[in-house]
């Protein structure tokens, strides 16, 4: 439609989810009228994230650090591994103030339609976690949709025979949404009554 760069910028942005032809154009046009500075700062910023942020080595979270400030905060409680699917749902359970542990991100969830299995998740590393016997609880904080509890469900049966205390949260989430936009009272709420897997 448009010519040269600002077509490829169209095209670039229109690449991004939730992103449509016509907000990818609305964003082109803002960007074209905004301040050199303005644009020049967030390219700089996408560059640095792609070259600063990498994933901790211990949980899976983002991180500008081998190991995130969560894993290696000492006052965090280690016994208690809350398990999800995305550094974003990190986020919303740290939001609720409700929980004090550590956390495992596994970067994504179980879904075949997806060709997602067991081994394309960070469930190895998860167990590696847990052969030490620190950790006491998990917690299966996946999202409350199928693929979500498929995965809790795959995961509550792979560690039946550890000893562990498995809890999965208390009801009253959206059904077949996503954790982050759960508000923090019902996701804290939904914490604070999480309920063992038998
Ligand atoms: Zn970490």
Redesign the pocket.
């Known amino acids: 439609m448009y010519e040269g760069a600002i077509q490829d910028l169209i095209d670039e942005l229109g690449r991004l989810p939730g992103v449509g032809p016509k907000s990818a154009q609305r964003i082109a046009f803002h960007l074209l009228a905004a301040e050199s500075a303005d644009v020049t700062r967030l390219a700089e910023t996408l560059v640095r994230v792609k070259t600063m942020v990498k994933f ?6 983002v ?1 500008e650090s081998d ?6 905060d000492v006052r965090r409680d280690a016994t208690v591994i809350c398990v999800v699917e995305e550094p974003k749902d990190v986020v919303a359970v740290e939001r609720t103030r409700e929980f004090r542990g ?2 495992h991100v596994l970067g994504g969830a179980i879904s075949p339609i997806d060709g997602v299995g067991p081994d394309d998740l960070r469930i190895r590393e998860l167990m590696m976690r847990l052969r030490d016997g620190v950790v006491t609880e998990l917690i299966l904080a996946t999202d409350p949709n199928l693929e979500g509890e498929a995965t809790a469900t795959y995961l509550a049966r792979l560690v039946s025979q550890m000893g562990l205390t498995v809890t999965r949260l208390a009801s009253g989430l959206p059904v077949g949404g996503d954790l982050e936009y759960a508000d923090e009272v019902t996701l804290g709420r939904a914490f604070s009554g999480r309920r063992r897997v038998d």
């Open positions: 901790c080595s211990v949980c899976g979270n991180s190991i995130c400030r969560i894993c290696s550590r956390y």
